[in-house]
């Protein structure tokens, strides 16, 4: 391929395409190291209004009559970008379900930018899609290993998966109702609205699991076609339902079941975390989300079934991208695949990282991450003036502060934010309001858990910022 013409910038793709991408990566990553050292810490320092000031002064006039040129606007930009990032590759940043992706995962996420393929046509993603449908089949069988013709959908997170897994039973069932625990997820309750069903009925949660008489009861007194959608990793403290007693109270009451394992599903690569998974093989429709506890570049989502039939009401035809002699001639239909049409091969990444890693290192991974959880309990409870909400059962730590009012445990949160000195999560159980440490860094030390408590500590002693 030849080089552009002059006057016009180098494209992406073909066999120039490496060439003029290689002295921009070199800019892209001095610029990502200059601005992680720029911030000096896991979140920029002073808070949303002193944020918005640096980013107005890197970017404005966001349309300059004349451009400044691609090293200047990579560098400028992405140094502020960087400087101005939660960064979960920092150990002290543990808020959310937000991973810092593995080195290697981001690099094959770079040539799937590259060669931007999309996949709702097979002309346009002849690999992508044969790389898609293999691997999203073997990623469904580790949830249904003895089903004989499992399938997964590659989706953008737990929000679409749990969309999809209503949509499905809708299209089986009619107007399902929806039951799910207190814990769950927020986007069941979108997804039901977004799809016309009722208004999910919710049963309590104590401890963050749902109540299997309450379960019982609900599914003895609702008429009609129901879901039960129970949670493997629930958000605010990482609970899992008890997946066999739920799938039982389907089976005898003729209910079907959806579990969002959006945040726990990659406990089936461990030996050693798997069995808290048992009875996830029973459900009608599984979500997995790899872009949390698979340390995978946003997106990395699936919706796993039990046999590919059960995909069938997501077919549709466009002439222009699946007629039926194309179909008929042997060239794969997408759009069944997705709700989405213009798709990116998100599934590149995740094959990479499975091929280089296996299943031991992937395992590795994760249990790593959870004997973490573990040993910040631990530190927890040596802590008299700190409380522990309850021993980990993934990776997410509840504590507060023994004595404070949850006015001042929010405080304390939001002064550490303030100052970029760490990022924690709040959640509320049992009436009262908790800092949360979602611990996803596999690369975390005693000594940064460590780190992360005292931070805590020394705004509980000082009550006022540094």
């Given at each position: 391929?030849?080089?552009?013409?002059?006057?016009?910038p180098?494209?992406?793709g073909?066999?120039?395409?490496?060439?003029?991408l290689?002295?921009?990566l070199?800019v892209?990553?001095?610029?990502?190291?200059?601005?992680?050292?720029?911030r000096?810490?896991?979140?920029?320092?002073?808070?949303?209004?002193?944020?918005?000031?640096?980013?107005?002064?890197?970017?404005?006039?966001?349309?300059p009559?004349?451009?400044?040129?691609?090293?200047?606007?990579?560098r400028?930009?992405?140094?502020?970008?960087?400087?101005?990032?939660?960064?979960?590759a920092d150990?002290?940043?543990?808020?959310?379900?937000?991973?810092?992706?593995?080195?290697?995962?981001v690099?094959?996420?770079?040539?799937?930018?590259?060669?931007?393929p999309?996949?709702?046509?097979w002309d346009?993603?002849?690999?992508?899609?044969?790389?898609?449908?293999?691997?999203?089949?073997?990623?469904?069988?580790?949830?249904y290993?003895?089903a004989?013709?499992?399938?997964?959908?590659?989706?953008?997170?737990?929000?679409?998966?749990?969309?999809?897994?209503?949509?499905l039973?809708?299209?089986r069932?009619?107007a399902?109702?929806?039951?799910?625990?207190?814990?769950?997820?927020h986007s069941?309750?979108?997804?039901?609205?977004?799809?016309g069903?009722?208004?999910?009925?919710t049963?309590?949660?104590?401890?963050?699991?749902?109540?299997?008489?309450?379960?019982?009861e609900?599914?003895?007194?609702?008429?009609g076609?129901?879901l039960?959608?129970a949670?493997?990793?629930t958000t605010?403290t990482?609970?899992i339902?008890?997946?066999?007693?739920?799938?039982?109270?389907c089976?005898?009451?003729?209910?079907?079941?959806?579990?969002?394992a959006a945040?726990?599903?990659?406990?089936?690569?461990?030996?050693?975390?798997r069995?808290?998974?048992?009875g996830l093989e029973?459900?009608h429709?599984?979500?997995?989300?790899?872009?949390?506890?698979?340390?995978q570049?946003?997106?990395?989502?699936?919706?796993?079934?039990?046999?590919?039939?059960?995909?069938?009401?997501?077919?549709?035809?466009?002439?222009?991208?699946?007629a039926?002699d194309?179909?008929e001639?042997?060239l794969?239909?997408l759009?069944?695949?997705s709700?989405?049409t213009?798709?990116?091969?998100d599934?590149?990444?995740?094959?990479?990282?499975l091929?280089a890693?296996g299943r031991?290192?992937l395992?590795?991974?994760?249990?790593r991450?959870c004997a973490?959880a573990?040993?910040?309990?631990?530190?927890?409870?040596?802590?008299?003036?700190l409380?522990l909400y309850e021993?980990?059962?993934l990776t997410?730590?509840?504590?507060r502060?023994?004595a404070?009012?949850?006015?001042?445990?929010?405080?304390?949160?939001?002064?550490?934010?303030?100052?970029?000195?760490a990022?924690?999560?709040r959640a509320?159980?049992?009436?009262r309001?908790?800092?949360?440490?979602?611990?996803?860094n596999?690369?975390?030390?005693?000594?940064?858990?460590?780190a992360?408590i005292q931070e805590?500590?020394?705004?509980?002693?000082?009550?006022?910022?540094?």
């Amino acid at each position: 391929m030849s080089t552009p013409p002059p006057g016009l910038p180098a494209l992406a793709g073909g066999t120039a395409g490496p060439d003029a991408l290689r002295p921009l990566l070199a800019v892209v990553l001095d610029a990502l190291r200059d601005g992680a050292a720029d911030r000096g810490g896991p979140l920029p320092s002073g808070g949303p209004d002193a944020v918005a000031a640096r980013v107005r002064e890197a970017v404005e006039p966001v349309l300059p009559d004349h451009g400044t040129g691609a090293d200047e606007a990579l560098r400028t930009l992405v140094r502020t970008f960087a400087h101005g990032a939660a960064d979960p590759a920092d150990p002290l940043c543990a808020a959310h379900l937000h991973t810092s992706p593995l080195a290697l995962a981001v690099a094959a996420d770079l040539a799937a930018s590259a060669l931007n393929p999309s996949l709702d046509s097979w002309d346009q993603a002849p690999a992508a899609s044969a790389l898609e449908a293999l691997v999203s089949r073997a990623l469904a069988k580790e949830v249904y290993p003895h089903a004989q013709d499992p399938d997964a959908l590659v989706t953008t997170g737990g929000t679409e998966s749990n969309l999809l897994g209503l949509l499905l039973a809708r299209e089986r069932h009619g107007a399902v109702q929806v039951i799910c625990g207190s814990a769950a997820h927020h986007s069941l309750h979108r997804a039901a609205w977004l799809l016309g069903l009722p208004e999910p009925v919710t049963v309590p949660s104590p401890a963050g699991i749902m109540d299997l008489a309450a379960l019982d009861e609900a599914l003895t007194d609702l008429p009609g076609p129901r879901l039960v959608a129970a949670s493997a990793g629930t958000t605010d403290t990482g609970q899992i339902d008890p997946l066999p007693e739920i799938a039982g109270l389907c089976d005898r009451h003729g209910a079907e079941l959806h579990v969002d394992a959006a945040y726990g599903g990659p406990l089936l690569f461990s030996e050693q975390h798997r069995s808290k998974l048992n009875g996830l093989e029973r459900a009608h429709s599984v979500t997995l989300d790899l872009h949390k506890l698979g340390w995978q570049p946003v997106a990395a989502g699936l919706l796993a079934v039990p046999d590919r039939t059960l995909l069938a009401p997501l077919a549709v035809r466009a002439d222009y991208l699946n007629a039926d002699d194309d179909t008929e001639a042997g060239l794969p239909d997408l759009l069944g695949r997705s709700l989405r049409t213009t798709r990116r091969p998100d599934i590149l990444k995740v094959a990479v990282t499975l091929r280089a890693l296996g299943r031991t290192g992937l395992a590795a991974l994760v249990d790593r991450t959870c004997a973490a959880a573990g040993q910040l309990a631990d530190l927890i409870e040596q802590q008299p003036q700190l409380q522990l909400y309850e021993r980990p059962t993934l990776t997410t730590v509840l504590f507060r502060p023994a004595a404070a009012t949850d006015e001042q445990t929010a405080a304390i949160r939001r002064t550490l934010l303030t100052a970029g000195r760490a990022v924690l999560g709040r959640a509320r159980a049992d009436g009262r309001l908790w800092l949360k440490a979602t611990l996803l860094n596999p690369h975390a030390t005693p000594g940064d858990l460590t780190a992360l408590i005292q931070e805590v500590l020394i705004e509980l002693v000082e009550g006022t910022p540094r």
